[in-house]
């Protein structure tokens, strides 16, 4: 039952924050609440727009104009504090949610190669509504039920207007996302995966920054919903063949390879565009650089892992035979992603535009771990995918809340010196640029690492062009940080202080689980271990990962 809560916290911290009023204030209800100041203006039998010249009218009018703004400032001040109790509601809700997946953690069975805390909901024909995680997706509701906090914590300060539904967004966007990961049903997995796109549409077209904001919401839209599109055609066919869209049921079903290959490119083409894969990848880059900070912290930590996920649940597990086959293929694409990006995000003098370049190449290497059909790779393709969920974000509040509060400008070139007024920031800032490039002791290195390891076994040739995004990142990483951190202090920038203690916390926040995890990845590993090796193998008594590494 532990994962229907999961499900249902923000659905009810959404419902509670819903039912407390917090609106704009108008005339109409200021004289609706208060007798008093009706009164008065029906004493005065003018309109108060226009005020008499005579000393008794004026009175009356200033009279009138002195009570109207107490009523206002009282009526303001309400708001601000239903304004207030609702960030607390969604910020208590989404670490309630954080707190019961870490129990969640502690109470999973890493010995057992079936899905844990399964609920069966079968009120449905079609399909059933069934619950259940395993080691893979265990990592990926942590991971989404740690960042939407810091996503709506990061918000807090910046969003003034229609704060309550942009709470709710990001609470609904909590459930939807984790759903993605607990259903063991594809028809399921299919809605939920789509589920979020109208809330995330809406987030970057009303909440988003810059003229080009609508522009970047249909873009997002649009180009994954119609890729997406293929995915539902093979899910109608798999129905229409076996009967079931239940990932038990269709993992014991033999299709023939011809029947594999033409459903695994149609789940591909979908999983493509939300990694994203080139040439379809132009939607990332302007919904980051549009969306809100919340906006962009959701889209490159958990957003960008339904397809890791997805790759993984589906393309690897439904169909080993197609995978396989295809593998050289979804090799060539990840490297011309890789190379091209990272070529890409040199050249880019937008701070977020940059950074959301520099996770398209990291989903490439994700993508070639998953694809190197060995476990060490599919290991390290699942560790990247986290580090890349705590690093990204970090980087987005770096350039897209520090630096843009401050400055309002995202232009690299109009930054210089930052260290010399902000020397903590650029600290912290430093220490992610490198977590970014793959430095040891972080856990996008262990997860790179075992990446191009287990790649290596299978083509040499693929993994040495692929170890160039490792130069290729350094570069474009470094070279950003150089040119905003050193020289003397830009004419163009007012002084402006350090971090705040919010900003901070964030940070360092984001920072621990980085190094921690690089330096003890094990804590991931034991629990990775039977469930990536009964994902490739089935094997009923798998060895461990120390064993299983020592063999290699």
Known sequence: MIINELLLIPILGSIIIALIPVKEISEKEVIAKWGKLQTIKNSMNLDTSVLSTSHTDAHRAGAYATIKKEIEKEIKNENLNRTKTIKIIALATSILNFILSLYLWIEFDSSSNHYQFVYNFESLNFCHFNLGIDGISLYFVLLTTFLTPIAIFSNMGNITKNIKYFLISFLLLETLQIAVFVVLDLFLFYIFFESILPILFLIILIYGTGEDRIRSSFLFFLYTLAGSLFMLLAILQIYNYVGSTDFTILSLTEISLDSQIILWAAFFLALAVKTPLIPVHMWLPRAHTSAPLGGSILLAGTVLKFSTYGMLRILIYLFPDATNYCNPLVQVIAIVTLIYASLATILQQDTKTL??????????????????????????????????????????????????????????????????????????????????????????????????????????????????????????????????????????????????????????????????????????????????????????????????????
Request: glycine share 8%; charged share 10%.
């Open 355 to 552: 950074i959301a370049y520099s996770s398209i190449c990291h989903m490439a290497v994700v993508v070639l771990g998953i694809f190197s059909n060995s476990f060490i790779g599919i290991v390290g393709a699942i560790l990247l995918g986290i580090g890349h969920g705590f690093v990204s974000p970090a980087l987005f509040l770096s350039v897209g809340g520090v630096i843009y509060d401050r400055f309002h400008k995202r232009d690299i070139e109009y930054f210089k010196g930052l260290v010399l007024k902000m020397p903590v920031f650029i600290i912290l800032f430093f220490i992610f640029i490198l977590a970014n490039t793959g430095i040891p002791l972080t856990l996008n290195f262990i997860g790179e690492q075992f990446s191009l390891i287990g790649l290596w076994e299978r083509n040499p040739i693929i993994t040495v062009l692929g170890a160039s995004g490792i130069i290729l990142s350094a570069c474009y990483s470094i070279w950003m940080y150089n040119r905003i951190s050193y020289g003397s202090y830009s004419p163009y920038l007012a002084p402006m202080p350090d971090l705040n203690r919010t900003e901070f916390n964030l940070l360092i926040t984001l920072l621990i689980p980085t190094v921690l995890l690089g330096i003890f990845p094990d804590v991931i590993l034991e629990t990775l271990n039977v469930s990536v090796t009964n994902l490739l193998y089935n094997i009923p008594n798998p060895l461990s990962f120390t064993a299983w590494a020592y063999t290699l």
